[in-house]
């Protein structure tokens, strides 16, 4: 059974249930935080814990954007006068340690078999520092579909993705149509009455309207030169890659939105879904 059947089957389950896959995006600041529910999972006793998946991620993107200034900061001769490669030490061996240090401080651990066969350890949110308690007001028909869901998404990327390229509950960061934009707004602005909508509306037809005579930079929708050393090529000068761009991978609706584009996010599950699997076609 190929990917997208899979899709099909839980959304059909979905349907039976009378269940709307909106409902499993998180909002942060009045605006979709690009994040599902989220939960972990005992391993021995197999009991489900909600925690804020979302928020463990930020924190760890906030501390890791933090660390490389201070390392920029701390290492501006050596980023100027060495080779790559010892730049690459520098940075692995200046983050590795304080990247124990940060996961020691917010999060579990559990030992998962890859697809090779080999024990892994990976880092999840602490219970106890991002307990949320979303998962738990689900009903028990609606937590199937999110946790089947999830089992999807965990077995494609495993299968598509180089590990760290995404969170498991990170949603398809895909740029809904403008109907779901104004949904977006509509539900930022808590308004159920009619002046919600227009006020939603005339702020999206404006902004397409914009967009449509000004030219603009941003594109993360359609792909990105996401690639395995990130953390490292990204801290080099461009010229050093000039012509080169080595393990570069195409990646598609991964990278969360941000800024003006949070409130544009698909909140259609299973149609940014689809658009997500194509990466495996």
């Known amino acids: 059974m190929d990917e997208r059947t899979k899709l099909l089957d839980i959304m059909d389950y979905a ?59 701390e290492y501006r001769n050596e980023l100027r006068n060495s080779r790559d490669s010892q730049v690459a030490v520098l940075w692995s061996n200046y983050f590795n340690a304080k990247y124990k240090e940060w996961h020691k401080a917010h999060s579990s651990s559990r030992v998962v078999v890859n697809s090779n066969g080999d024990s892994v350890t990976i880092n999840q949110p602490d219970p106890v520092l991002y307990k949320d308690d979303s998962y738990e007001k689900l009903t028990e028909e609606e937590r199937k579909v999110l946790e089947d869901y999830i089992a999807w998404k965990k077995e494609f990327d495993g299968k598509y993705l180089y590990n760290g390229a995404t969170d498991l509950f990170r949603a398809p960061q895909v740029i809904g149509s403008k109907v779901n934009a104004i949904y977006n707004r509509r539900s930022k602005n808590r308004g159920a009455d009619r002046e919600g909508w227009w006020k939603a509306r005339r702020h999206e037809y404006g902004r397409r309207i914009l967009e ?5 930079l941003r594109d993360t929708d359609f792909g990105d030169d996401t690639t395995e050393n990130d953390p490292v090529t990204s801290l080099l000068p461009r010229h050093r890659f000039h012509n080169n761009k080595v393990e570069r991978v195409p990646l598609f609706f991964i990278n969360k939105l941000t800024g003006k584009d949070k409130i544009r996010l698909s909140t259609d599950l299973i149609g940014a879904s689809m ?5 495996g076609t």
């Open 212 to 216: 449509t005579f000004t030219k603009s």
């Open 275 to 279: 658009a997500y699997a194509a990466m």
């Open 15 to 73: 349907d039976i249930k009378h269940i709307n896959f909106d409902k499993f995006y998180t909002w942060n600041d009045n605006a979709p935080s690009g994040y599902l529910i989220g939960y972990i999972e005992d391993t021995k006793t197999g009991i489900k814990r909600g925690v804020d998946w979302g928020k463990w991620a930020n924190d760890f993107e906030e501390f890791k954007n933090d660390l490389k200034r201070k390392f920029k900061k």
